[in-house]
Structures are given as C-alpha cells and as structure tokens.
C-alpha cells in the first residue's frame, strides 16, 4: 500500500475531491482525518472510508478561523499521534465572483479567507509537528487559472490560487531542509459539485470551456486525487516546491 499508516488531514472533505481522496488515500492504508465544515458531509465520508475498511475520523473546522485549524491538527494528533500529510483542498468560488470592477469586497475578503488564509491556518500548525517529526508533505490545491489570464473573470478565486503557488514556494524553501516538502496540483475544470454546479446553469459557460480543453472533456475528482496520491507517499520525496498541472491541456491551447 503507497499511503500505509500515513497519518493524512484532508481539509473539505466532506464532498467532491476531498471526499474522493479520502476514500483513495484510506484504500491506500493512509489513516484519514476528515476536516470539513459541514458535520453530516464529514461524517457521511468518515462512513464510506470505514464501510470500505478504512480508517478515519471527523473534525469540524472552519479553516479560516485560527482557533479551529489548531484544533484540527491537535484532533489529528490526539487520535493518530502524528501528522504526515496535510492536504490542503477546501476552497471557495462564490457565483458573486466575477472581475474586479463589479466583485463586492464581502465576496472577495470572504474568498481570500478559504482559500488563502485557510492554507496559512492549517500550515501554521501542522508544520511544527511535522519538524518534530522530521518529516511531511503539504499539498496544496491551486488551479489552472492561477497560470493564465481568463475572458470569463472569478478575479478572487484566481487571485487566492495564485497566492498558494506563491506560499507553495516559499513553505518549499523554508521547511525543506527538515524534511518537510510542500507541493501545489493545478487541476484545469473538474467534474465537483463547486463547478458542474455553476456550469449545469450557464450551457455558454460550458461549452467554451470544453471547447478550449483538447481533451473534449472534465477531469474527473480521482484523476487530481491520483496526483496528490504521489505526493503524499514517498515516491515523491525528492519533489519539492513544484505546480503541477492537470489540466487535460487546457493551458497549452493556443486559437
């Protein structure tokens, strides 16, 4: 097994990827810590991980908020003892997100608290078990528009994505020299509840986002999760700030 007894915080894991890679990290023998807002979400996927042979447990967060981030890593430690992976997934992308002129500022400050101070939250005090022990991997979920300029703006969604490669880099270089690596996955438009839901409304929406992927399609949530699979185990120990993009060529394309 790749993740066997790897002790694995998985933020908003209650649905779509997170709870995806729950269930691939547990099958793998990664013991899951389910940290997701929505209490009945997170303890459906403690459910399905323990029903499949897994194993987990749940811990209520809202990542924004200090107080419960810390409790999130200290739940993880008081149940497994230690902390290997902490994988960053839980992000936001409200419909009232659009470009700059015309995003109000409860939106965007609401937008920078998940997806960025969320990660600095989880980071903060997961890093110091992790140098005690002398070893961990942080994945963090950036996206293919933190890399490309978008004709259809979220302008704080892809501001906070592009501030996790920044941090992505500088946590690399900080906590790599004690043993701690720190990684970011750019997925292109996967099939999640956050983004067939907004695009099962808008069919335009849809369209020029397929057309604009050569591979004709969505991702599927397994095949990000088959890439954070990597860095969470030790095949990837010797990588190390890097943004790897999965995004079915969606960022290469070029008309």
């Given at each position: 097994?790749?993740?066997?007894?790897?002790?694995?915080?998985?933020?908003?894991?209650?649905?779509?990827?997170?709870?995806?890679?729950?269930?691939?990290?547990?099958?793998?023998?990664?013991?899951?810590?389910?940290?997701?807002?929505?209490?009945?979400?997170?303890?459906?996927?403690?459910?399905?991980?323990?029903?499949?042979?897994?194993?987990?447990?749940?811990?209520?967060?809202?990542?924004?908020?200090?107080?419960?981030?810390?409790?999130?890593?200290?739940?993880?430690?008081?149940?497994?003892?230690?902390?290997?992976?902490?994988?960053?997934?839980?992000?936001?992308?409200?419909?009232?997100?659009?470009?700059?002129?015309?995003?109000?500022?409860?939106?965007?400050?609401?937008?920078?608290?998940?997806?960025?101070?969320?990660?600095?939250?989880?980071c903060k005090y997961?890093?110091?078990?992790?140098?005690?022990?002398?070893?961990?991997?942080?994945?963090?979920?950036?996206?293919?528009?933190?890399?490309?300029?978008?004709?259809?703006?979220?302008?704080?969604?892809?501001?906070?994505?592009?501030?996790?490669?920044?941090?992505?880099?500088?946590?690399?270089?900080?906590?790599?020299?004690?043993?701690?690596?720190?990684?970011?996955?750019?997925?292109?438009?996967?099939?999640?509840?956050?983004?067939?839901?907004?695009?099962?409304?808008?069919?335009?929406?849809?369209?020029?986002?397929?057309?604009?992927?050569?591979?004709?399609?969505?991702?599927?949530?397994?095949?990000?999760?088959?890439?954070?699979?990597?860095?969470?185990?030790?095949?990837?120990?010797?990588?190390?700030?890097?943004?790897?993009?999965?995004?079915?060529g969606i960022s290469?394309?070029?008309?």
């Amino acid at each position: 097994m790749r993740l066997r007894d790897k002790v694995c915080i998985i933020t908003g894991a209650g649905s779509g990827m997170g709870r995806t890679a729950a269930l691939m990290f547990a099958a793998e023998g990664a013991k899951i810590v389910v940290a997701e807002f929505s209490e009945p979400a997170g303890s459906e996927t403690v459910r399905l991980v323990r029903e499949a042979g897994g194993e987990a447990t749940f811990v209520k967060v809202d990542v924004s908020k200090e107080a419960e981030a810390k409790a999130m890593v200290d739940h993880a430690v008081a149940t497994f003892g230690r902390v290997d992976v902490l994988y960053n997934n839980a992000g936001i992308m409200p419909e009232a997100d659009h470009s700059v002129i015309d995003t109000d500022v409860a939106t965007w400050d609401q937008v920078m608290a998940v997806n960025v101070r969320g990660v600095f939250l989880g980071c903060k005090y997961a890093i110091p078990q992790m140098i005690a022990q002398g070893s961990g991997s942080i994945i963090n979920i950036s996206s293919f528009v933190a890399l490309l300029g978008c004709s259809v703006p979220q302008d704080a969604y892809t501001a906070s994505k592009g501030a996790l490669l920044a941090l992505t880099r500088s946590l690399a270089v900080q906590f790599g020299p004690k043993g701690i690596r720190t990684n970011a996955i750019c997925p292109g438009p996967v099939e999640t509840p956050l983004l067939m839901d907004w695009l099962v409304k808008d069919e335009e929406a849809k369209r020029i986002r397929l057309a604009r992927n050569p591979t004709g399609r969505f991702g599927k949530p397994e095949e990000i999760v088959y890439m954070a699979m990597y860095l969470a185990s030790d095949e990837s120990r010797w990588t190390n700030g890097a943004q790897l993009v999965v995004d079915g060529g969606i960022s290469v394309n070029y008309f």
